[in-house]
């Protein structure tokens, strides 16, 4: 007996071969999926206490977020945090904002997070924390917590600046801050911590929250950029994850000023200092050459492709293609939410997909199915859990996506990958599991209460900080 069968669906199983079963079902036991095929023949081998119909709709794996941030999702729909550059945006706007949020004001902001990506259908994402005060824990408590109710699967990259900023990005740094005067800006030097510390504090949070909420909570160490990591910083992170059993993450190559006056590229530095490897995945790499994508290629190392933030930076185009086409495994994030303004990994697939043609004049690279493959199989490459998720094969965990097919903008639909990547807005998934347990059904989010009130709070907390802070 299972415990659920989902059924009549079109099942886009992402296994190696990419089949789709035109008509077909999953058998759920436990937390596992058991059994995938026809709907005719799943249905008269398992009996299930209870069955979802697809009811013709796109049956595919949970999508994976490969790189994404959840706290300044409050700070989004403003004009204020809009045409700016990295530099500006960040330091006049989303760092100012998120350390002045208390930590009820963080697990509003997750609960809002979590119910947007479960009605997108994302069931994993990867958190890059880089506004993290390790003499205030409880605001990490207060949004693993929300996580843990949400009931999707999170990794907390537990973000650790070691390296005190050196005279000259200080003197950057105040520049871009003299645009917003009046903004409160936290010193330069306010999230610095001293390695030993770092190490032990990302220790402490790896054995006590790494595979807790069943299993569906991990935890890595995250050096947040290169500017403030020191080299021991940087093989800490890489000594914890091998450790641990975990992957280690930060952003590397977003802006030309990280590589300017460089002797080393960045990628170049990260291999001198150990840090590249399987189980290193990197944030953005747009400023790269063909000499770092070889680097990339040969360590192992995966990257997060975070191509609408980029787009709204005005960082530019990072070489995807040439990634791809060199063997490297690429996901794609949905990175700040107040810059994307979504964190709908299909409704930037569409962009994806479309944009690199654009950029290489080639309309044969990234295909609809390569696309897919960065928030399903490939993302699960890219940190590390292939084996359990990404695809809809028996034995790998049931986190399940259900979209609805059945709108004009997806008809006709002979093709349900490239429907999906071409066609899909996002608010057409109607029903998500997440290691079996439905999370989602029919567009009501089962495990969070009062969807009413996260949006209410969510909108207050957004203008509360806003105006605390003093941005304009």
């Not at 030097?189 to 790896?206: K, Q, W």
């Not at 787009?311 to 810059?339: C, I, K, Y």
């Not at 969070?448 to 969510?458: V, Y």
Request: charged share 25%; net charge negative.
């Amino acid at each position: 007996m299972s415990d659920l069968l989902v059924t009549n669906g079109r099942v886009v199983t992402q296994n190696a071969e990419r089949d789709v079963v035109a008509d077909g079902a999953l058998a759920i036991t436990d937390e596992r999926i058991e059994a995938v095929g026809p709907t005719a023949e799943v249905t008269d081998e398992y009996d299930a206490d209870r069955v979802v119909d697809a009811d013709g709709g796109a049956v595919i794996p949970g999508l994976i977020n490969t790189h994404t941030h959840v706290s300044d999702v409050v700070l989004r729909g403003g004009a204020f945090a809009a045409d700016r550059g990295l530099y500006d945006w960040l330091y006049n706007v989303k760092r100012p904002a998120s350390v002045a949020m208390t930590p009820d004001e963080h697990a509003v902001a997750a609960a809002l997070y979590c119910l947007e990506a479960i009605r997108a259908g994302v069931t994993t994402f990867v958190e890059n924390d880089t506004e993290v005060v390790w003499d205030a824990p409880e605001t990490i408590e207060a949004k693993l917590d929300v996580y843990d109710t949400a009931g999707v699967r999170n990794v907390y990259g537990a973000g650790f600046a070691d390296s005190p900023p050196d005279e000259a990005f200080e003197a950057l740094l105040a520049d871009y801050q003299l645009r917003d005067s009046g903004v409160e800006h936290p010193p330069a030097d306010h999230f610095a911590i001293d390695t030993d510390r770092a190490v032990r504090e990302t220790e402490r949070l790896i054995e006590r929250h790494h595979g807790s909420a069943d299993g569906r909570q991990s935890v890595w160490p995250t050096p947040i950029v290169l500017a403030s990591s020191s080299t021991r910083g940087l093989r800490e992170a890489s000594r914890l994850a091998e450790e641990h059993d975990v992957r280690t993450t930060m952003h590397i190559a977003e802006a030309e000023v990280e590589e300017a006056d460089a002797g080393l590229s960045s990628i170049e530095y990260l291999r001198n200092a150990g840090y590249l490897g399987e189980r290193t995945l990197l944030g953005h790499c747009v400023q790269i050459d063909a000499g770092d994508v070889r680097l990339l290629a040969k360590s192992g190392t995966s990257v997060a492709h975070n191509f609408m933030a980029n787009m709204r930076l005005a960082t530019g185009f990072a070489p995807v293609v040439e990634l791809l086409d060199a063997g490297v495994t690429v996901g794609l994030g949905t990175d700040n939410a107040n810059l994307n303004d979504t964190v709908n990994p299909l409704s930037d697939l569409r962009a994806v997909a479309s944009a690199h043609k654009g950029y290489h004049r080639d309309p044969g690279v990234i295909p609809a199915q390569t696309a897919f493959d960065m928030v399903t199989i490939d993302g699960a490459r890219a940190i590390g859990r292939a084996d359990d998720l990404g695809s809809l094969e028996a034995g790998k965990l049931a986190d399940v996506a259900i979209i609805d097919l059945d709108h004009p903008h997806l008809t006709p639909c002979p093709d349900p990958v490239h429907a999906l990547v071409y066609a899909a807005q996002g608010f057409e998934v109607d029903t998500v599991l997440c290691a079996g347990d439905i999370v989602m059904e029919e567009r009501e989010v089962a495990t969070l209460d009062d969807t009413a009130a996260i949006l209410r709070d969510a909108a207050a907390v957004g203008a509360d900080v806003v105006e605390r802070v003093g941005i304009e």
